[in-house]
């Protein structure tokens, strides 16, 4: 099977979108931890992914960022947690391995016909 312009090509490419576009937002939660009033925000990730899964037409959107909802705020009106974005982060981080894994180990195997072909 081709992986060049395949659906699961593209599908994997909505997916480290998103993923980055995570990853962005964790760090200005993490970087906004001390500004008053500042709300934590995140990507609806499933939602993109469900989307992505759909076929829809979401090469032209960005993905959707959303308010965290149930965080406790502290009394300056801001309820970023470290430990919540720390974990996020090391998650995004091993999201991003996988993915570029797969991908990577596709191309291999696209290099490798392509030199057994010569």
Known sequence: MSW?????????????????????????????VDTPGYHT????FRGELVRAMNGEDISLTSPLVV????????PDGNNVSADR????LAEVQLQFKTA?????ARFSE????IREGQ
């Open 41 to 44: 925000r995140d990507v609806d």
């Open 4 to 32: 060049i312009n395949t659906p699961q090509l593209r599908l994997l490419e909505r997916y480290l979108d998103v993923i980055t576009m995570r990853q962005t937002l964790v760090s200005t939660n993490v970087a906004n």
């Open 110 to 113: 696209l290099s490798t016909a």
């Open 100 to 104: 570029t894994a797969i991908i990577r």
């Open 67 to 74: 308010p965290v909802r149930g965080l406790v705020a502290r």
């Open 85 to 88: 974005e720390g974990m996020l």
